[in-house]
């Protein structure tokens, strides 16, 4: 609820890649308007209230970029392209098959993350089995 404060209720195009679960509870949050970063930020530098507001998207693709952000202006006096690496394509996680090991030693599988990221949502949002109706 405090990201969405922020950033605002995301529009249905900025959803998409969400999952029919997390649509129903953006739904059920009350709806925000986007906060003015530079009203938020008096005095702040133009250029980092610009970078914030780049950064803080809910959409992971409309967000800037990794280096795009290192070029902002904002952060040009520590930019330095050659000391930079860069991937000439993108990332793509669901490709590889979790390689974390777990505490007990044993590999981390995809349902266990999705157990394991349940039960902080539920730390945080005690009633959120119920209204769901246990599904997740």
């Given at each position: 609820?405090?990201?969405?404060?922020?950033?605002?209720?995301?529009?249905?195009?900025?959803t998409?890649f969400?999952s029919?679960?997390?649509k129903?509870?953006?739904?059920?949050?009350?709806?925000?308007?986007?906060?003015?970063?530079?009203?938020?930020?008096?005095?702040?530098?133009?250029?980092?209230?610009?970078?914030?507001?780049?950064?803080?998207?809910?959409?992971?693709k409309m967000?800037?970029?990794?280096?795009?952000?290192?070029?902002?202006p904002?952060?040009?006096?520590?930019?330095?392209?050659?000391k930079?690496?860069?991937?000439?394509?993108?990332?793509?996680?669901?490709?590889?098959?979790?390689?974390?090991?777990?505490?007990?030693?044993?590999?981390?599988?995809?349902?266990?993350?999705?157990?394991?990221?349940?039960k902080?949502?539920?730390?945080?949002?005690?009633?959120?089995?119920?209204?769901?109706?246990g599904k997740?």
């Amino acid at each position: 609820d405090a990201i969405i404060a922020l950033i605002g209720t995301p529009s249905p195009e900025e959803t998409e890649f969400l999952s029919e679960w997390a649509k129903w509870f953006l739904k059920k949050s009350p709806v925000c308007a986007r906060v003015s970063f530079s009203e938020q930020l008096p005095g702040a530098d133009r250029y980092g209230v610009d970078l914030v507001s780049n950064l803080l998207r809910f959409d992971p693709k409309m967000r800037i970029s990794a280096d795009d952000a290192l070029a902002h202006p904002f952060l040009a006096e520590f930019h330095d392209s050659a000391k930079e690496p860069s991937f000439e394509e993108p990332l793509h996680p669901e490709e590889y098959e979790p390689a974390d090991v777990g505490r007990d030693g044993k590999k981390v599988t995809k349902d266990d993350l999705k157990r394991m990221v349940w039960k902080e949502v539920e730390r945080f949002h005690p009633d959120v089995s119920k209204r769901y109706n246990g599904k997740h």
